[in-house]
């Protein structure tokens, strides 16, 4: 069987007894996800990429502590959760410039729908950037990467009814949120 057509605990097995390649496969797997993931923790694609990069430096070292019972995307997210919480508390000791001085990205480009659907989308996201940490996590884990009530508590570490909690409060914000800023006929959440 090929690395790419094996499950994830098999690959871990691999790792586990040495093998480079299977870990080369894990992160092909899992490396665009975690960025993805990060990257709505952080609203940085530079923090993103570095915190996605610990995340499978942590995986590699704490492998020994993954246990096979356990769904490894839950593992693995629950480390990225980690080191995105960490880099958030590295950022608030270590401020560099505000918001206002970075450069802003131009709406120029591309037809009215375009530009449109992309300012609806910078608005969605920083509205989900504003939520507290708890709600981010629980929403972005199960909107954005799909994952059932039962997987965010694994990854979260919490109870399923405290997912369901936080989810119901996340979206009330967001709807808070966005129909101030879109109008009342626009959120559908």
Known sequence: MQLHE?????????????????????????????????FRMLGSAEDADDVAQDVFVRVYRNLDTYRPETKFSTWLFALARNAAIDRLRWRTRHPTESMESAPEISASSGTAE???????????????????????????????????????????????????SRLYRAKQTLRRTLRLSLGEGFCSL
């Open 6 to 38: 094996q499950p994830d605990s098999e690959l871990v097995r691999q790792i586990q007894s040495g093998d480079a390649a299977a870990f080369d496969e894990l992160m092909r797997r899992y490396k665009r996800p975690v960025v993805n993931f990060a």
């Open 114 to 164: 375009e530009v449109n659907a992309r300012e609806i989308g910078e608005m969605i996201g920083a509205a989900v950037a504003e939520l507290p940490e708890d709600q981010r996590t629980a929403l972005v884990l199960s909107e954005y990467h799909g994952m059932t009530c039962a997987e965010v508590a694994a990854v979260m570490r919490c109870s399923e009814k405290s997912v369901e």
